[in-house]
């Protein structure tokens, strides 16, 4: 309390949430004790934690086979998903609505995903949106304008799926996940 010059509530409160995040564990007359990360975090808590440079190279991974997978399985109603959200991807950036963006930019994605016709990544995939959404939030300080400059790179690899050229969609992909910081 001395040393950061703050109330003992303030302490408390600190206290309740490194104990929810799995830092500290309190001991109710033992005391409150700092965790051993490596054994008691979950992979969720590892996700949370980590930097935008671990979850773009995980995202690489993940994402890169998925597109693979998609141009290869995809049936007619992926396509017109797929089509659907790019569309609502770019009406979203011409209103200047980022939430609305980031939530069809997901959407894409999760329709690839769901293309590749491997319900284990399509699964994989969708949880791990959780802590792509938050990576947007934590990043997007200039609003929409990371979006509206990959958007022909989206349509890209729109039609690089659509054509079954599942090398091309994977070069678009990366270059995607190259140019979002």
Do not use: W
């Amino acid at each position: 309390m001395k040393l950061y010059e703050v109330g003992r509530s303030s302490i408390r409160e600190a206290i309740k949430k490194l104990a929810m995040v799995g830092v500290l564990t309190v001991q109710q007359g033992s005391g409150t004790f700092v965790c051993d990360h490596q054994q008691d975090e979950t992979i969720d808590q590892k996700l949370r934690r980590a930097g935008f440079d671990e979850i773009n190279a995980v995202r690489r991974l993940l994402e890169n086979e998925i597109v693979r997978l998609a141009s290869l399985n995809y049936t007619a109603p992926d396509i017109a998903e797929m089509k659907r959200c790019l569309e609502d991807r770019k009406q979203a950036i011409n209103a200047d609505q980022l939430k609305a963006c980031i939530d069809a930019d997901i959407a894409f994605h999760i329709a690839i995903a769901h293309a590749s016709a491997n319900s284990v990544m399509d699964d994989l995939y969708k949880s791990f949106t959780s802590i792509i959404r938050e990576s947007f939030s934590k990043r997007e300080v200039k609003g929409i304008a990371r979006f509206a400059m990959s958007h022909h790179l989206h349509e890209q690899l729109f039609e690089a799926i659509r054509a079954k050229k599942e090398k091309q969609a994977q070069q678009v992909l990366n270059t995607i996940l190259e140019n979002n910081y």
